[in-house]
């Protein structure tokens, strides 16, 4: 009885834990939303996201290259001398020598600052290309949304148009409404007919684009963002980071300026020591003896060599600098504008959702008249053209909200 007991308990316990276990598997993973995803996807689809991996491999080379023993790799030569050709006397001499290239004093440390500063280069690139492909979906992605929100107001308008149509024939035909009033109902349905099939063609363009970036049609519901928390560059704050831009361009500027070093440590070309070795005799009668010897080349410096290299390099520096100063006036000026567009569309909505109200109400009052005959159909399609236009601008307002949220967040270089 005890063991059937305990066989019972170790079961309940193996699928309490299984129970738990599986609980929990999903509480972890944090799914990722569907514009986090489409990014994702245009960023393995994105040309020059294919040749990162390439450059940074390229740096890194550089830099192995950089903490080397020697700034090139050695060389050996090899020779031999006799007298065959005049006097065949019997004179014999080899000679191999072995020749390694010598930093200049202050290069290697210049070569592995330069080479740690592209690393770095490489890195906040990656960064700032992936917000840039960001910022590119982002677009495609609430133009897509406005594409779809357009056409589904133009198919209820064309829906309503034509239950009013026939409403209006069937009166027409019994001699209640006259000629021209089936002729503005007829004109009505063929306006939004006309309005649905534009609505389509704009639908059918953003979809294209979408699936260009991301190689994937867009999801059935796209997701809006949430406003980040990021402040602008210069403001302070906990939840301050960086830009990708901005570490981007400052990156940038110190790769150039370790370039410059480089150039200033590199005034000469590289030195060389070499290990001769020397066998060879005098005539036929003489044996080999052999012979070792040290060399040492340095080459001369050339000023305007020098010149030329370092102004280079300066030159390149000096737009990095300006490049830096650029885009932190932009990226300020970008965040500014984007809360102030945030602001306005905000606005904006709540304005286009009192008047939606409002359109919506004087309808139900326009089609309740008509119906009654109190009314006559030009001023109920008047009265319906402003509710449908009230309603546009509701849904492009939603959007153009969502759009400001995502612009706001990409000024401020938050990915989705």
């Known amino acids: 009885m005890k063991r059937i007991v305990s066989r019972q308990l170790r079961l309940v316990i193996c699928c309490t834990a299984g129970l738990l276990a599986s609980l929990a598997v999903p509480a972890a993973e944090t799914p990722k939303s569907g514009l986090a995803t489409a990014v994702e996807k245009a960023w393995r689809l994105n040309p020059q996201a294919a040749g990162l991996d390439a450059r940074e491999a390229e740096v890194r080379a550089a830099q192995d290259v950089a903490a080397g023993l020697t700034p ?33 004093p ?6 592995e600052a330069e080479a740690a500063s592209r690393i770095d280069e490489a890195i906040a690139k990656r960064a700032a290309l992936r917000l840039e492909v960001s910022g590119e979906l982002r677009e495609a ?22 239950a009013l149509e026939t409403d209006v024939m069937r009166r027409y035909k019994v001699g209640e409404l006259s000629r021209i009033d089936a002729n503005l109902a007829q004109t009505e349905t063929h306006a939004a007919n006309a309005e649905l099939i534009e609505a389509e063609t704009a639908l059918l363009q953003a979809e294209q684009t979408v699936q260009t970036l991301t190689g994937s049609s867009a999801p059935k519901d796209l997701d809006e963002e949430s406003p980040t928390t990021r402040r602008m560059a210069g ?22 300026r370790a370039r410059v070093q480089v150039a200033d440590e590199s005034r000469r070309a590289a030195p060389e020591l070499a290990l001769r070795v020397v066998r060879g005799r005098g005539d036929f009668a003489e044996d080999y003896s052999n012979s070792v010897g040290i060399k040492l080349k340095i080459p001369f410096s050339s000023s305007s060599q020098v010149r030329r290299e370092t102004s280079a390099a300066q030159v390149e520096a000096n737009q990095a600098d300006a490049d830096m100063q650029r885009t932190q006036t932009r990226v300020r000026l970008d965040a500014e504008r984007a809360q102030r567009n945030l602001k306005s569309a905000e606005r904006q909505l709540t304005m286009a959702q009192e008047r939606r109200q409002l359109s919506a109400e004087n309808l139900r009052l326009a089609e309740r008249a008509f119906s009654l005959g109190e009314s006559d159909l030009a001023t109920l399609l008047r009265i319906r053209a402003a509710a449908f236009d009230a309603d546009a601008f509701f849904d492009r307002q939603r959007v153009a909200r969502a759009a400001a949220i995502s612009r706001l967040n990409q000024a401020l270089g938050v990915l989705p």
Request: hydrophobic content about 40%; glycine content about 8%.
């Open 141 to 162: 992605w609430w133009a897509l949304a406005a594409g779809r929100s357009a056409k589904i107001l133009a198919a209820r308008r064309l829906e309503t148009a034509r």
């Open 72 to 104: 090139e790799p050695g060389s050996i030569s090899i020779g031999s001398l006799n007298d065959r050709l005049n006097r065949n006397r019997g004179k014999q001499e080899y000679e191999a020598e072995l020749a390694v290239p010598l930093w200049l």
């Open 235 to 256: 403001e302070t704050g906990d939840s301050a980071e960086p830009h990708p831009l901005l570490v981007a361009t400052a990156a940038t500027a110190r790769s150039a």
């Open 106 to 111: 202050g290069q290697k440390a210049a070569r």
